[in-house]
């Protein structure tokens, strides 16, 4: 900072809010995302989650001509 005494309001305001700024920001609101929104429609990739046996639910009616496919009450039951 004695290296440039023509401008040491422009390096200096900047540098000291955004060292406290960053490491705080970034943290905050990751933590609590994750485990506050674990049955949310953002995971729909985790069935075994909450809502497991819905998406299999649709299988049932989807083919209800066939015979061979037609014991989803397995399924369910295996979750």
Do not use: C, R
């Not at 609590?32 to 995971?43: G, M, V």
């Amino acid at each position: 900072n004695k290296k440039k005494p023509k401008d040491p309001k422009e390096p200096k305001l900047p540098k000291e809010p955004k060292e406290p700024k960053t490491p705080k920001d970034p943290k905050e609101p990751k933590q609590p995302d994750t485990p506050k929104d674990p049955k949310d429609p953002k995971q729909p990739e985790k069935p075994g989650g909450g809502s497991g046996e819905q998406p299999k639910q649709p299988e049932k009616p989807k083919d209800p001509k066939k015979p061979d496919d037609g014991n989803p009450d397995i399924k369910l039951p295996e979750e």
